[in-house]
């Protein structure tokens, strides 16, 4: 059973569309939604969890359509962090606690205040007064607390300095030891869906650019310098993005189709992406 | 449901201290058309619950919460009833108290009661739709008016006759409340419509 499983989504909202995205998250995986401000990530999470209607495609999370009557009370099963925590600004993390208890049947408030612990959230703290990693800290709290399958994670980690960043992906690595559990985290920080994903989509300008398991990507793909006269002999198959520089080319190709005396540049993932985004056929 | 209105007592306690002063007061001290306004008060809470949702996004990420759009919209709505019935149960203690203390000397009127309560379930129905399709900023403008005409049909009644309202409330009171009730059903359906949307 899949996690996450989409086929031909399709969402217009006046000038912008999420085009024909279909991808899969195996059960046990971290998959990072990639892609800049505005690609279409949030809309994904919304319409994967029925927020907004898709104007075609389907979508099932934990092995249930995400149509069906029961998919209210599948939410159960599923954690969601957005970009922005949105609890009541005046609500403290005692409070929170007695809403979530009253709102989730499997809320566990011993591991709910292990976690305000670990955090170091203080208790009687009224949410707008919180810092923005405090915020996304409690959100996270919430979002684990309730014993959930799945883990949505919209931009979790913006915004928040890299310790704090360090922090939580360590949490997210921790809830992915148990195989049943699964993580979708969408973020525009490349590096840190680098460290912990399993899978990459990368979702350009509302396009599905590209879904392979991370450690794929970077094996196939690697951007190298080239002089003019050695941009003509790389064949044009193995060329899938490139950008003209003062000495020459810089592209990005298939390993696979390049001669192998050709000499690569030690490639990220974030370099790929942005090759991808940004520049030429 | 009950996380939802457990959220929004902790709002409405936390943020409107005044407010929750200001009903009890109006409720024992104020006289019977006070008392009658402290319930409209009552049904005015939501408005202010779903302002302070706005503000902070709430909507959001209730949405991604296990509740169903009926939940979400009917969750107001019941907050409204229970803040109204909380403000018509201080009018009704609040009203004998002082009769019992021998400051006045007339007996608790329930069809002024239940006009009041009606009145607060038609002000429900009217404008809680209108808060969920507009926000509450234009909502608040046709609170206001709601108020107002709830509160200018008092001085019409008495204008064409003097007990003109006692008698219609006199006549079946249970039948007024009726047509609330069914405004409210018919309002509720509206709600999860422009929710669903």
């Known amino acids: ?281 | 449901m009950k996380g939802l209105l457990l959220k929004d007592c902790y709002t409405i306690t936390k943020q409107l201290k005044i407010f929750l002063i200001v009903i009890p007061v109006m409720a024992v001290a104020g006289g019977f058309s006070m008392s009658a306004f402290a319930v409209l008060l009552g049904a005015a809470l939501p408005m202010t619950a779903i302002a302070y949702d706005e503000r902070s996004k709430w909507n959001e990420l209730a949405a991604m919460m296990p509740y169903s759009k009926g939940n979400l919209v009917f969750s107001k709505y019941l907050l409204g009833y229970l803040c109204m019935l909380g403000a018509a149960i201080l009018v009704v203690i609040g009203q004998l108290l002082i009769k019992a203390l021998g400051i006045v000397q007339t007996d608790i009127s329930i069809n002024m009661l239940v006009f009041a309560i009606v009145s607060g379930l038609v002000l429900i129905a009217i404008n809680t739709p209108i808060l969920f399709k507009f926000g509450s900023e234009k909502g608040r403008f046709v609170f206001i008016i709601t108020m107002a005409l709830i509160g200018a049909s008092g001085s019409i009644f008495k204008n064409i006759d003097n007990n003109m309202l006692l008698k219609i409330l006199d006549t079946s009171p249970v039948f007024l409340l009726g047509i609330a009730v069914i405004l409210n059903l018919i309002s509720i359906m509206i709600s999860i419509n422009i929710k669903a949307k």
Not at chain 1, 104 to 133: A, H
């Open chain 1, 1 to 281: 059973m899949k996690a996450i499983e989409i086929q031909n989504l399709t969402k217009s909202y006046g000038d912008f569309t999420l085009k024909n995205i279909s991808f899969s998250l195996p059960m046990g995986t971290i998959m990072g939604l990639v892609g800049e401000n505005g690609a279409g990530k949030s809309t994904t999470i919304k319409l994967i969890m029925d927020t907004v209607t898709a104007d075609c495609g389907t979508i099932s999370v934990l092995g249930m359509s995400n149509k069906s009557k029961e998919f209210t009370a599948l939410k159960q099963d599923i954690g969601v962090v957005l970009d922005e925590a949105y609890f009541p600004e005046v609500l403290n993390a005692k409070n929170i606690n007695s809403v979530m208890r009253a709102s989730y049947q499997n809320w566990n408030e011993d591991v709910y205040f292990s976690y305000i612990k670990r955090f170091s959230l203080p208790l009687g703290k009224q949410f707008k007064d919180y810092s923005r990693g405090m915020k996304m800290k409690l959100s996270i709290a919430v979002a684990l607390s309730h014993n959930p399958k799945l883990l949505i994670l919209d931009e979790a980690t913006s915004g928040l300095d890299p310790m704090v960043r360090d922090e939580i992906l360590d949490v997210f690595n921790d809830f992915t030891r148990d195989e049943t559990h699964s993580i979708l985290l969408s973020s525009h920080i490349v590096s840190d869906l680098e460290k912990i994903c399993d899978y990459i989509t990368f979702i350009h300008k509302g396009s599905l650019m590209l879904c392979e398991e991370k450690d794929v990507i970077i094996d196939k793909y690697a951007v190298v310098k080239l002089s003019n006269n050695d941009f003509g002999t790389v064949p044009t198959d193995a060329i899938v993005r490139k950008k003209k520089t003062s000495f020459g080319y810089d592209a990005l190709v298939l390993k696979e189709k390049i001669n192998a005396s050709l000499k690569t540049e030690h490639t990220r993932l974030e370099d790929i992406i942005i090759f991808m985004a940004k520049e030429e056929k």
